[in-house]
Every structure is written in C-alpha cells, then in structure tokens.
Antibody, heavy 123, light 107 residues
Framework: QVRLQESGPGLVKPSETLSLTCTVS??????????WTWIRQPPGKGLEWIGN???????QYNPSLRGRVTISVDTSKNQFSLKLTSVTAADTAVYYC???????????????WGQGTTVTVSS | DIQMTQSPSSVSASVGDRVTITCRAS??????LGWYQQKPGKAPKLLIY???SLEGGVPSRFSGSGSGTDFTLTISSLQPEDFATYYC?????????FGQGTKVESK
C-alpha cells in the first residue's frame, strides 16, 4: 500500500518561500499513469489544487497562484517537492500531497493522500 | 477553469436516510469526476472515480452517477460514520477544480 508523507516547516514568514516535501513509500514515484499532486485547504475552507508533476518532470500549475509555484521530483529519493514564493497570510493552509491515477482514457481519482501538514504564514 | 458547483451546501439527515448530493460542471466533463469524503482533521478519501466507479473498500451504500455536466453522489442508507463533508472534483482539464463541499450533518 503506497503511503505519502508531507514534511517541512510549519511556520513561514511573509514574503518568504514555503518549501514542502512529500515522501512516497511502499511504491515507486517513477511509474507511468500517476500524477504527483499538491492540494491545499485554508482553515475552514474547501480544497484548492496547486499543481502536479509526472515522474518525467512534466508539470501543471494552477494559474491562480500567478507563477509563484514550482513542483519538482527527485526519483532517487522517491520524493516530490513544492516551493511557493512570496507567501502571504492567504497561503496559510493545510497542505496535502496526493497521487492522482489515470491512464490515457480512464480516470482513477486521487486515490492516495498524505495526512496533511499545517503551514502558517506569520511574522 | 471549469467551475464545479455542489448542492446543497449542507444537509441535515438521520441515520438510515437516503442522501443525495448534486455536482454541476460549468462545461461538459464527460465522466472525468471523482467524489471525496473528508472528516474533520483528516485528509480527503476517494469514494467514487470516473463518476460511477466505487473505490476499493468503500461501502456499497455509496454510489455515483451522471455524465456531461450533472453528477450525483448518493448514500443509500446513512450510517453514523458518514457524517462528513463531501467534495466533487473534475479531472477533465487543468487546473483541477473541486466543488465547494457539502456538509452532511446530524438532524
């Protein structure tokens, strides 16, 4: 059973860069048909898709984050990472990593999630 | 971006009730839809993928239907562990988008 675990600082100062890592265990990140995904949830609010990366390094980002996001993958460590620059209080949220499974013509959902990590932006 | 609109935003129900949640997409997404359950302090859990396929280990009282722009999640007989917030999510295009959530509360 594949497991995901987020790690990183729980407190980030305004205007600085938020950096999180998701470690994949009991499975390889270097696999077809999976998008490795970041999602966040501000306190008391709904889910916002941040972006994803394929094992090849191909990425997709949410345009609402205006170019502040970078997602990268390290297949040797079986990890993928999120960097969000110029953070403000609006970036305070629980950040989840997840695996989205799909084949060319079939969709299998975001079937594995990390437990989430709370990041607070405050001075 | 594709907008996903859920209704109702909240529903009060009793154990044993049939509960139906609707999700409407702002454009045709075929069957590229997932449904998730989230309990307080926990990560979302996949219930339904491809609009109507039940994820392994999910009780059969959960079912999904629909295609195109209109989708439904049904809980046939609500159980105590089903009180939670439910989200739909489209996977037709990027960026992925979620509905605003439907909270199922105890009447």
């Amino acid at each position: 059973q594949v497991r995901l675990q987020e790690s990183g600082p729980g407190l980030v100062k305004p205007s600085e860069t938020l950096s999180l890592t998701c470690t994949v265990s009991a499975g390889s990140i270097n696999t077809n048909n999976y998008f490795w995904t970041w999602i966040r949830q501000p306190p008391g609010k709904g889910l916002e898709w941040i972006g994803n990366i394929y094992y090849s390094g191909s990425t997709q980002y949410n345009p609402s984050l205006r170019g502040r996001v970078t997602i990268s993958v390290d297949t040797s460590k079986n990890q993928f990472s999120l960097k969000l620059t110029s953070v403000t209080a609006a970036d305070t949220a629980v950040y989840y990593c997840a695996r989205e499974a799909r084949a060319y013509s079939a969709y299998y959902g975001m079937d594995v999630w990390g437990q989430g990590t709370t990041v607070t932006v405050s001075s | 971006d594709i907008q996903m609109t859920q209704s109702p935003s909240s529903v009060s129900a009793s154990v044993g009730d049939r509960v139906t949640i609707t999700c409407r997409a702002s454009q045709d997404i075929s069957g590229w839809l997932g449904w998730y359950q989230q309990k307080p302090g926990k990560a979302p859990k996949l219930l339904i993928y491809a609009a109507s396929s039940l994820e392994g280990g999910v009780p059969s009282r959960f079912s999904g239907s629909g295609s195109g722009t209109d989708f439904t999640l049904t809980i046939s007989s609500l159980q105590p562990e089903d009180f939670a917030t439910y989200y739909c999510q489209q996977a037709y295009s990027f960026p992925r988008t979620f509905g605003q959530g439907t909270k199922v509360e105890s009447k």
